[in-house]
């Protein structure tokens, strides 16, 4: 096959995952091959090698062997220096993100493994685009070597479950150019029960609300380790922001207006109440000024603000365009205190999407003249028709949620790169209330 020199980790880590050897024949070529306008004499020159590559080429053999064991030990004292030792041999190995890891020992990840209703044995899937087995244990060992406690087990597994549905198209989105990352928004309960920030900071850090930090940390380690989303290698992402801890955070259902369905009821149907996660692929975050300047009556306010939002949607054009039909341009957060005001005004969720559908149409003629056009022809086609060109095929599309500090001024925007919005059902154990009385115990602040 014939590759470019950048993503040649990509096309071994996606054989891989297809069953394939991931060694098969390549014939590889620098990226100014591949741009516009570039000659194509040197891929004629080098016919030789492709002949060779398809009548000669043999595997180079297995790596390993099946069921091998990935563990080692570490034998130093003080436990100082064991933690640092371990720290270092992740990091040998590129099983880690650059911070300190928490050594996953038997004992720790049996302790993380109490959260879960399932073995430790079962597959949630093979993690694309290397298709490494994602089992329980796997997530547990994962969670333990970010700093995550068992209560927290139950959502990374679900977001795990999100993320491995076959309609994600999460193997592709791994190795994107365009810094791609899960977004996983909970609701339910649960999102408070394990200290799941919904306000002020929802995005992190914050030390009284740990969970998703570590739980968005864990999922990147299985997205690298599993599925080989190393940057440069197997990851194209050109600048891979907010993926140290992706973006986890709970909908803060409790300061949704009166009629206001909670994002998990309304996007996927789930009863209110249901402890749930919707995975969505974001590639970006951009804080939008939301709140007006001067004395404007509540009414100018909130209009001003939803056309300044608007303009914001409008200038990401080709952002979403992957989640044109079923998927989502992106989610805008809004705090509960302007969801309180917007709905004291008659906006409800679904009058806010609309609105917001139909002011950020952009002309035609602004997407011919920077080229944009080209790219909806090819993956929307049938919405060519339509000018000014909507950003979405419908308003329902754009995840409108309720989360952040209880502050009128500002509103968050996740541009999407997302096909389809996965939800699944968060299951606890039977010991998970005890799980949160041990939480409850070590974690309460002094102050």
């Excluded at 899960?182 to 306000?199: E, H, M």
Aim: include cysteine; proline fraction near 8%; glycine fraction near 12%.
């Amino acid at each position: 096959m014939i590759a470019r020199r950048d993503f040649v980790g990509v096309i071994r880590n996606l054989m891989s995952g297809r069953g394939f050897a991931p060694d098969a024949a390549m014939v590889i070529f620098p990226i100014e091959s591949f741009l516009p306008g570039s000659d194509t004499n040197p891929i004629r020159l080098r016919k030789q090698e492709f002949y060779d590559g398809l009548t000669r080429w043999a595997p180079a053999g297995a790596g390993g062997k099946p069921g091998e064991s990935r563990t080692f030990a570490v034998e130093h004292a003080p436990q100082e220096d064991a933690t640092l030792a371990a720290n270092r041999a992740y990091a040998r190995r590129l099983w880690g993100d650059g911070l300190p890891l928490v050594p996953a020992t038997r004992g720790r990840v049996d302790w993380v493994l109490c959260g879960s209703v399932l073995p430790r044995a079962h597959v949630l899937g093979k993690f694309p685009p290397r298709g490494g087995v994602a089992t329980v244990e796997g997530a547990a060992i994962a969670l333990a070597m970010a700093g995550g406690r068992p209560e927290y087990l139950p959502v990374l597994v679900a977001a795990v479950e999100a993320f491995l549905d076959p309609h994600s198209d999460a193997d592709a989105l791994q190795a994107d150019s365009g810094s791609v990352y899960p977004v996983i928004i909970v609701n339910g309960p649960i999102g408070r029960r394990i200290r799941l920030n919904d306000g002020f900071g929802c995005l992190g850090p914050d030390p009284r609300h740990p969970a998703g930090a570590a739980i968005g940390r864990a999922l990147r380690l299985m997205q690298q380790n599993l599925g080989g989303a190393l940057p440069g290698v197997g990851a194209m992402a050109m600048y891979g922001a907010m993926r140290y801890t992706n973006a986890v955070f709970a909908e803060d259902e409790a300061g949704l207006p009166e009629g206001w369905l909670p994002h998990g009821t309304e996007r996927h149907g789930y009863a209110r109440g249901t402890n749930s996660v919707s995975l969505v692929f974001a590639n970006g975050a951009t804080n939008i000024k939301r709140r007006s300047a001067i004395k404007e009556t509540p009414e100018e306010d909130a209009l001003q603000g939803m056309h300044r939002i608007a303009d914001v949607l409008a200038g990401a054009q080709l952002g979403g365009l992957v989640g044109y039909r079923e998927g989502t341009p992106g989610v805008l957060m809004i705090p509960q205190v302007v969801a309180q005001m917007m709905a004291g005004l008659k906006w409800t969720k679904a009058s806010i999407r609309e609105f917001l559908w139909e002011h950020s149409k952009v002309p035609m003629e602004r997407l011919r003249r920077s080229g944009a056009r080209q790219w909806i022809e090819i993956q929307a086609p049938e919405s060519l028709g339509q000018d000014p060109w909507p950003v979405a095929s419908k308003p329902d599309n754009l995840v409108l949620v309720v989360a952040g500090g209880g502050h009128p001024t500002n509103a968050y925007w996740l541009p999407g790169c997302c096909p389809r919005v996965i939800g699944r059902e968060i299951r606890v154990p039977e010991s998970f209330d005890a799980l949160l009385a041990e939480a409850a115990a070590e974690l309460e602040p002094n102050t």
